[in-house]
């Protein structure tokens, strides 16, 4: 089975712009998650989407939006980007039929700099 | 709430030496702990989890990690090193609503000749 995707792997976007970046998850795979990693502030979790629904939300701002298409592939999209944004993004993958104990799958992450 | 916290965000042995990474956890409910290594521009692979079934948890490459109720741990060892194991490892939690994983900052292992 072909593990979790993400493209584009590297993004170089200056301070103003918007971006948007997309993750397949694995094949029957109905959960899709999106974390921020940052040298600063650790893995930090963005959103969770489930049959095309938000399920849950971190603590981002507004500009930090997502959604999931029919067939479960997942965008994340970042408008007026800022200095701060420039992170690794990944995504995760998993059921999502009874997420306690579900192992989530990361993608490789999409590498943002923004200058 | 929950949340995670891995003391040491170095931790340096030589190969065939015990590794000992250690994770303390704080969770209203039961917690479903994980470990979690990211080699260098990868993202992150699951080494193993803790979904209550056995205190005792072995994961792959020869890592595993035991639950102490008690002691709000997890820690992760493995018996002898190996330079393959140098990496970045991350202990995270559940959330309440089981949604998200709550990380800890990741501990850098390296391993020397």
């Known amino acids: 089975k072909a593990g979790v995707t993400q493209t584009p792997r590297y993004l170089i976007k200056t301070r103003g712009q918007q971006v948007t970046l997309s993750c397949s998850p694995i094949?029957?795979?109905?959960?899709v998650s999106w974390y921020q990693q940052t040298p600063g502030q650790g893995l930090q979790f963005l959103f969770e989407?489930?049959?095309?629904?938000?399920?849950n939300k971190g603590n981002f701002p507004g500009r930090f939006s997502g959604r999931q298409f029919s067939n479960s592939r997942s965008e994340m999209n970042v408008s007026t980007l800022e200095l701060g944004d420039s992170a690794l993004y990944l995504c995760?993958?998993?059921?999502?039929?009874?997420?306690?104990?579900?192992?989530?799958?990361f993608g490789p992450g999409t590498r943002l700099l923004v200058l | 709430a929950q949340s995670v916290t891995q003391l040491g965000s170095h931790v340096s042995v030589s190969e065939g030496a015990l590794v000992l990474l250690r994770c303390n956890y704080s969770?209203?409910?039961?917690?479903?702990l994980f470990w979690y290594v990211q080699y260098p521009n990868q993202g992150l692979q699951l080494l193993l989890k803790?979904?209550?079934?056995?205190?005792l948890v072995k994961g792959i490459n020869g890592f595993e990690a035991e639950f102490k109720k008690s002691e709000t741990s997890f820690h992760l060892t493995k018996p002898s090193a190996h330079m393959s194991d140098a990496a970045e490892y991350f202990c995270?939690?559940?959330?309440?609503?089981?949604?998200?994983?709550?990380f800890g900052k990741g501990t850098t292992l390296s391993v020397s000749s």
């Open positions: 995760a993958s998993s059921l999502g039929d009874s997420e306690y104990q579900e192992t989530q799958y």
């Open positions: 094949s029957g795979h109905r959960s």
């Open positions: 803790y979904t209550s079934a056995a205190t």
């Open positions: 989407y489930f049959s095309e629904t938000q399920r």
């Open positions: 995270a939690v559940r959330n309440q609503a089981g949604t998200a994983l709550i």
């Open positions: 969770s209203s409910v039961p917690p479903y």
